[in-house]
């Protein structure tokens, strides 16, 4: 089984532990994307995960390079040109202190790529599977292009394809996402979003949940997956259901319309050490179990578990196995020490 992503790397800058922005004078260097993450999870399932972006040749981009190699992704595909790596600055958040994120990503070799970089023909070649999520269109006008080439290349090619919708306003408006998502998502089998993604982009909203005083309405959220599907035909919708209690303290679980089904997952009561990533692992455990045939209950257990493990880890990437996520899906939520 194959996987190919597509998307942005960036170099993720973050003050040690709980420090504000130059707090002191250091600050820890990782790199990270919504894309490259899943591919991670991937390679770390045992599944041949391939990731396409275009990065400088200098050393920076080197670096992000191997620390996608580290893993065993495929980075061949990866495109050589352009001046900067795109950099986001990380500040942790603490009890009641939210989290900051500052994006310096403009003009970045990813963004400023043409459409004849890529050849999707080759490579989609012996692929499976095909994921990009919302971040990638909204990087410019041109990247809308560069996403559709590739979803009709892999429509081509008998791949499925998934797409988390992960709104950034940062990036675009409402109006252009919904405009742009509106047609990339006539393309897509797996659509996967939260609670807020479905209403900024397309204005579906669960109703009579309050995400922030703790109260989720399961009924809400199956008619946002049903709107989504009836909407564009996606053969399966997941929707992460987070209820944030402070910036170190979250409930988690998620939900799989199958177009008959509403699985909800167990929910976990999450301490988190870094939240950074925490979708993309839930993609990547999904996809994992989809592509590994698992039901819908099983596959939506197995994404949550795996994104719940994610919160526990330093950095973008999920670096936990399967056996670590089918203990945890299967009930082994102890937390003791394995000797």
């Not at 490259?36 to 200098?58: E, M, R």
């Amino acid at each position: 089984m194959k996987v190919v992503t597509f998307g942005e790397l960036m170099l993720r800058l973050a003050p040690n532990g709980y420090y504000r922005f130059f707090q002191n004078d250091q600050m820890q260097s990782t790199f990270g994307g919504g894309e490259a993450n899943v591919a991670v999870s991937l390679a770390n399932y045992g599944i041949d995960s391939t990731y396409v972006t275009k990065l400088p040749k200098h050393a920076i981009g080197q670096a992000a390079v191997d620390s996608l190699r580290y893993f065993g992704v495929d980075t061949s595909k990866i495109v050589r040109g352009g001046d900067r790596v795109g950099i986001y600055f990380l500040e942790k958040g603490a009890s009641q202190r939210g989290s900051v994120c500052i994006y310096d990503r403009a003009h970045s070799a990813i963004a400023e790529a043409a459409r004849t970089d890529f050849d999707w023909d080759a490579i989609f070649d012996g692929a499976d599977w095909f994921h990009f999520t919302g971040i990638t269109p909204a990087l410019c006008p041109n990247m809308v292009d560069i996403c559709i080439d590739a979803c009709k290349a892999a429509k081509a090619k008998g791949v499925k394809i998934s797409c988390d919708l992960n709104y950034r306003g940062k990036l675009w408006t409402r109006a252009e996402a919904r405009e742009a998502m509106t047609k990339l998502c006539e393309y897509v089998d797996v659509c996967i979003s939260n609670e807020e993604d479905a209403k900024d982009v397309f204005g579906i909203e669960a109703e009579g949940s309050d995400i922030y005083g703790g109260k989720l309405n399961h009924e809400g959220y199956k008619s946002v997956a049903k709107q989504l599907a009836d909407k564009f035909g996606f053969e399966k919708v997941a929707i992460t259901l987070r209820t944030s209690i402070s910036a170190n303290d979250n409930d988690w679980a998620g939900m799989l319309y199958d177009g008959e089904n509403y699985c909800f997952s167990k929910s976990y009561h999450l301490h988190i050490v870094d939240r950074v990533g925490g979708g993309d692992s839930f993609g990547g455990g999904l996809i994992y179990a989809l592509l590994n045939g698992k039901t819908s209950q099983q596959a939506i257990e197995f994404a949550v578990a795996a994104s719940a493990l994610k919160h526990s880890v330093e950095g973008d990437y999920n670096r936990v196995s399967v056996s670590e996520v089918e203990k945890l899906a299967g009930g082994d939520a102890s937390g003791r020490v394995q000797r």
